[in-house]
T-cell receptor, first 115, second 113 residues
Framework: AQSVTQLGSHVSVSEGALVLLRCNYS??????LFWYVQYPNQGLQLLLK??????LVKGINGFEAEFKKSETSFHLTKPSAHMRDAAEYFC?????????????FGQGTELSVKP | NAGVTQTPKFQVLKTGQSMTLQCAQD?????MSWYRQDPGMGLRLIHY???????DQGEVPNGYNVSRSTTEDFPLRLLSAAPSQTSVYFC????????????FGPGTRLTVL
């Protein structure tokens, strides 16, 4: 069965510093992988997704993620953090069993950005 | 387009009461799903639907019922509310299934006393 583990429930960086949010997945088939962001008191919105095309995926707001099959990882990065990046980030994998499949989420990582 | 809408935004129930959380989308999406979000646990799938008349259970279906009579609407029913159902509930939709981008509603914050 597919599963997702996000390492670190809280990450704090200074404005302008590198953002690295870690995600490891477990999947018996080539996975579809996603990163979603949740700003305070809002629903989730898609940052980027991997669907077996290019292994380096670029998303919105300067974020990108690299799919590494050998490491079963899909870490999210941004070269320079901005205050507006403070939010909770969720990694997810699509479980393709059943009609339409199911989206399995990790526990979430809360990103804080210090001035 | 309004996207995915949810009502109410907030609700307080007493143990044993029943209620329905409403979800509607105007994007003609076939796939709709309900999640609950609890601190430290991410989002967990309650029920999902791949089209009108077709529903299936997710990871945590107990205590919840769903039906899908139209493409647009996917209500979630709490049969007899329990304090363990205190959570934030999100509805989402996508074109075909879990491999597509999910569009989330703004959520319903439910407290069960």
């Amino acid at each position: 069965a597919q599963s997702v583990t996000q390492l670190g429930s809280h990450v704090s960086v200074s404005e302008g510093a590198l953002v690295l949010l870690r995600c490891n997945y477990s999947s018996s088939v080539p996975p579809y992988l996603f990163w979603y962001v949740q700003y305070p008191n809002q629903g989730l919105q898609l940052l980027l997704k991997y669907t077996s095309a290019a292994t380096l995926v670029k998303g919105i707001n300067g974020f990108e993620a690299e799919f590494k099959k050998s490491e079963t990882s899909f870490h999210l990065t941004k070269p320079s953090a901005h205050m507006r990046d403070a939010a909770e980030y969720f990694c997810a994998v699509s479980d393709l069993r059943g009609q339409g499949g199911k989206l399995i989420f990790g526990q979430g990582t809360e990103l804080s950005v210090k001035p | 387009n309004a996207g995915v809408t949810q009502t109410p935004k907030f609700q307080v129930l007493k143990t044993g009461q029943s209620m329905t959380l409403q979800c509607a989308q105007d994007m003609n999406h076939e796939y709709m799903s309900w999640y609950r979000q609890d601190p430290g646990m991410g989002l967990r799938l309650i029920h999902y639907s791949v089209g009108a008349g077709i529903t299936d259970q997710g990871e945590v279906p107990n205590g919840y019922n769903v039906s899908r009579s139209t493409t647009e609407d996917f209500p979630l029913r709490l049969l007899s509310a329990a304090p363990s159902q205190t959570s934030v509930y999100f509805c989402a939709s996508s074109v075909r299934g879990s491999t597509d981008t999910q569009y989330f509603g703004p959520g319903t914050r439910l407290t069960v006393l």
